[in-house]
C-alpha cells in the first residue's frame, strides 16, 4: 500500500513511518519544511497548501498532527495552538483527500472527547464530554468532514495515553520514580486509560486494513487504571519505591488547568470497536505495558 503521513515526526508517528515500512509499505510524508529527502513533501496547513497530486493514488492518508496538550502550560496562546494545530490541518487534508479520491483518512482524536468519566465504563457509542479538550476533540473529529461527505472512510483514534519505552508521558516521569520520588496525584481514584505504543502503531495498521471500521474508534487498552494502581505498577516495574501522595492543589498550582482537564480527572474507556474487529492486543494490562515499556 502507498500511505502517506502527517505529523510523522512525533512519537506515534515516527515508530508508525518505521513499522510501516517494516511491513512492506510505500510511506510519503508531508513535512512542514524544506524537504531534505526523497520521501517527504512540503505542505502548509495555514495557508491550506497541500498537493493533490502527492496523494492521489494513495491508499490511505494517516493524520497525527497537533501540538502536544502536556507540553506547554496552559495559556490563551496556548490553548489556541492546541486548537489550530489540530483542526486546520485535518480539514486541509481532509478536503485534499476528498478532492484527490483517498478511499482511507485515518485521523487522530483522542479519549479526552468524552470529558470527566468519573467511574463510569464509556466506549465509541457514549456522547461527548464537557471541558476544553472535549470540544477540542468534538471539532477535531467534526473537521474531517469534507472527507466523509465524500464518501472515504473515515476513521478518528481516539487515543488514550501511550506508554512508551521513550519519549511520552513516561519519559517525564521514570526520572522521579528513578529517584524515588514517584506517587500517586491527588485522590489517585481518578481513572486513566492507557496503550503500549507497540499496540498503538499495531491498531492505526489494523483500523487501515480493515474495510469495516469507521468512525470513531478508541485506541486504548481493555483494562482502564486508577491513578493509584498505575503508580503502584510503574513504581514496580521500575524496581522504585513510589511513596508520595501530591495534593491535587499542589498539582493545580504547579501545572495549572492542565491539571484539572487531564491529570486530576481522566476517562474509564474502552476499545468496543477493536474488540468487535477482532483486534488482539499484546499488551492488555497494565504490568504487561509497563514491563514492556520499562526494559528498555
Not at 72 to 86: E, L, N, P, T, V
Not at 159 to 165: I, N, Q
Not at 184 to 199: E, H, K, N, T, V
Request: aromatic fraction near 6%.
Amino acid at each position: 500500500m502507498r500511505i502517506v503521513v502527517a505529523g510523522s515526526s512525533g512519537m506515534i508517528g515516527q515508530a508508525l513511518v518505521a513499522s510501516l515500512r517494516t511491513g512492506g509499505h510505500d510511506v510519503t510524508r508531508l513535512v512542514r519544511r524544506r524537504p531534505s529527502r526523497a520521501d517527504e513533501f512540503e505542505w502548509d496547513p495555514q495557508h491550506g497548501v497541500v498537493d493533490a497530486e502527492v496523494l492521489r493514488g494513495a491508499d490511505a492518508v494517516v493524520n497525527l498532527c497537533g501540538a502536544g496538550i502536556g507540553d506547554k502550560r496552559w495559556s490563551g496562546a496556548y490553548k489556541q495552538a492546541i486548537r489550530d494545530s489540530r483542526l486546520t490541518a485535518t480539514d486541509v487534508l481532509a478536503r485534499a483527500v476528498a478532492d484527490a479520491a483517498v478511499p482511507v483518512l485515518v485521523n487522530g482524536s483522542a479519549i479526552g472527547y468524552y470529558g470527566d468519566t468519573g467511574d463510569r465504563v464509556v466506549d465509541e457509542s457514549a456522547p461527548s464530554g464537557s471541558g476544553f479538550l472535549a470540544a477540542v476533540c468534538r471539532d477535531w473529529e467534526a473537521a474531517t468532514a469534507p472527507a466523509r461527505a465524500a464518501g472515504v472512510r473515515t476513521m478518528s483514534l481516539r487515543t488514550a495515553t501511550v506508554l512508551a519505552p521513550t519519549g511520552g508521558m513516561l519519559g517525564k516521569l521514570r526520572p522521579l520514580y528513578s529517584f524515588g520520588l514517584g506517587g500517586r496525584l491527588g485522590s489517585g481514584r481518578q481513572y486513566m486509560s492507557w496503550i503500549s505504543l507497540a499496540d498503538e502503531i499495531a491498531a492505526i495498521e489494523f483500523v487501515i486494513a480493515r474495510d469495516d471500521l469507521h468512525g470513531p474508534v478508541n485506541l486504548c487498552a481493555p483494562e482502564p487504571v486508577t491513578n493509584k494502581r498505575f503508580n503502584s505498577a510503574l513504581g514496580g516495574a521500575l524496581h522504585r519505591p513510589a511513596p508520595w501522595v501530591v495534593p491535587g492543589f499542589a498539582v493545580s498550582a504547579l501545572i495549572g488547568e492542565f491539571a484539572q482537564e487531564a491529570v486530576l480527572s481522566g476517562q474509564r474507556a474502552i476499545p468496543t470497536a477493536l474488540d468487535g474487529a477482532g483486534f488482539t492486543f499484546r499488551h492488555s494490562t497494565i504490568d504487561e505495558a509497563l514491563a514492556y515499556a520499562c526494559a528498555r
